[in-house]
């Protein structure tokens, strides 16, 4: 059996991702999107880069 997709089912995500985008372009916000599965060290990834910047800066 052929299934022809007519929308993507993501449109609704795309669209929210576009206006995501734009707001913090305009805000001039930097932003990581950190994905990976449980356990995975996400957390202490960021926590050592919190300290590094707190090392080299002095502050956050």
Known sequence: ???TVVKNVLD???????ENRALFDKNGVY???LMSSPG???RRWWKKQ????KT???SL
Request: charged residues 25%.
């Open 40 to 42: 995975a060290g996400k």
């Open 1 to 3: 059996m052929k299934v």
């Open 12 to 18: 609704a995500n795309d669209r929210i991702a576009a």
């Open 50 to 53: 919190l300290w590094r910047c």
């Open 31 to 33: 932003v990581i999107n």
């Open 56 to 58: 080299d800066t002095g």
